[in-house]
């Protein structure tokens, strides 16, 4: 075999490789919480959004840059997305792909909002976008309901302790 | 220790200033006057047959809000003339998302068809008083000789794609329920909607 052709395939898998990475897994609540339990000291910043919420999608990009800047420190950014599990294939992951998300993509894989939402925090009514803050460790748990701009984000993390 | 003593109880207090602001079930409310998308203005008082209200907090651009237009179309249909009107009141500033002006409200309002008044809220000020946080938040009052009292205060129901024939309709059986001259079994719902938009402050 030539070189050069093995050396395009390399090449390619490795501009490819990030993209086709990235999947959006169905979780449910129990998995969410029993991985929050196995972070021990990780902070985990959770967002809730969904395709259909614009105020969501416009704040996507802070958490990419949070994941960034704070790569080197234990935190964990989840984006849970609330949208229906029938649109799992047609509209969540042409959206993750094509906003080239970083971060982990979850669907929350739960139907009953009565449950669901309190259970998350008893804080939360539900509306959209909303942000948990969890570290197991230090025994925080904290909702923010609203959308952040990237600063108010940071400050938000930077007050948790 | 003392510090994060002191953040609990301060953190405890900001929630129980954050779930005191709004109504809550059982409390009476005072009556508003907002102009409508036909221009002309709405108030409770103006409605001296009806026998309660299903007042609702939706919007223009929100898609879970206009996903349920129908149904608050069906909900009027079914309750007005039994007493029960609805009201819509749209909580968003326009500065703070477009598509959500007056203008705006006049063209959804006529495009979806809406049977029922469709308010503008300058400045969020019934908006905050109610404590309407997301769209679509629906409130329905009973009238009682003390006033307009919260019966019931959450989703229509918990099927937001409309697509589960054994959905719980919330706000038709509260109603139902009190035109029977009972209190509904189910009073406060959460669910899932778009946050209301407020200027940054």
């Given at each position: 075999m030539p070189v050069k052709p093995v050396l395009y395939i390399?090449?390619?898998?490795?501009?490819?490789?990030?993209?086709?990475?990235?999947?959006?897994?169905?979780?449910?609540?129990?998995?969410?919480?029993?991985?929050?339990?196995?972070?021990?000291?990780?902070?985990?910043?959770?967002?809730?959004?969904?395709?259909?919420?614009?105020?969501?999608?416009?704040?996507?990009?802070?958490?990419?840059?949070?994941?960034?800047?704070?790569?080197?420190?234990?935190?964990?950014?989840?984006?849970?997305?609330?949208?229906?599990?029938?649109?799992?294939?047609?509209?969540?992951?042409p959206f993750v792909k094509k906003a080239r998300l970083q971060n982990e993509v979850i669907l929350l894989n739960e139907t009953d909002q009565q449950q669901y939402i309190d259970r998350i925090s008893p804080e939360w009514s539900g509306s959209l976008p909303a942000t948990l803050f969890v570290n197991k460790g230090k025994q925080l748990r904290r909702l923010q309901e609203r959308e952040f701009t990237y600063d108010q984000l940071v400050a938000t993390f930077r007050s948790l302790k | 220790m003392k510090r994060l003593l002191m953040l609990s109880l301060l953190a405890l207090a900001l929630m129980a200033l954050a779930q005191e602001t709004g109504y809550q079930v059982g409390q009476v409310?005072?009556?508003?006057?907002?102009?409508?998308?036909?221009?002309?203005?709405?108030?409770?008082?103006?409605?001296?047959?009806?026998?309660?209200?299903?007042v609702i907090f939706g919007c223009n651009t929100c898609p879970v809000s206009r996903g349920y237009e129908n149904r608050m179309v069906a909900l009027q249909d079914k309750f007005a003339a039994r007493g029960y009107p609805v009201i819509m009141i749209n909580p968003n500033d326009p500065?703070?998302?477009?598509?959500?002006?007056?203008?705006?409200m006049q063209q959804h309002a006529q495009k979806s068809k809406l049977n029922f008044p469709y308010l503008e809220d300058p400045g969020q000020v019934i908006t905050r008083r109610f404590g309407a946080l997301r769209t679509p938040h629906v409130f329905v009052l009973q009238k009682t000789p003390k006033g307009n009292v919260v019966a019931y205060i959450g989703?229509?129901?918990?099927?937001?794609?409309?697509?589960?024939?054994?959905?719980?309709?919330?706000?038709?059986?509260?109603?139902?329920?009190?035109?029977?001259?009972?209190?509904?079994?189910?009073?406060?719902?959460?669910?899932?909607?778009?946050?209301?938009?407020?200027?940054?402050?």
């Open positions: 390399i090449l390619l898998h490795a501009f490819l490789l990030p993209a086709s990475a990235q999947q959006v897994r169905l979780v449910t609540l129990d998995e969410l919480e029993r991985r929050f339990t196995a972070g021990g000291d990780t902070t985990y910043v959770i967002n809730f959004w969904a395709t259909w919420c614009g105020p969501c999608v416009d704040e996507l990009p802070h958490f990419e840059k949070f994941r960034q800047t704070f790569k080197d420190e234990p935190v964990r950014v989840l984006l849970v997305s609330l949208d229906a599990r029938s649109k799992l294939r047609g509209q969540v992951l | 409310v005072t009556d508003f006057t907002l102009k409508n998308t036909d221009q002309q203005t709405v108030s409770l008082a103006g409605y001296p047959q009806a026998k309660g209200y299903i500065e703070a998302q477009p598509g959500e002006s007056f203008e705006d989703a229509i129901d918990n099927d937001p794609d409309n697509g589960n024939n054994s959905k719980i309709n919330y706000v038709q059986n509260a109603v139902t329920a009190l035109l029977a001259g009972q209190q509904p079994e189910v009073t406060f719902t959460k669910a899932v909607g778009c946050g209301v938009k407020s200027r940054r402050s």
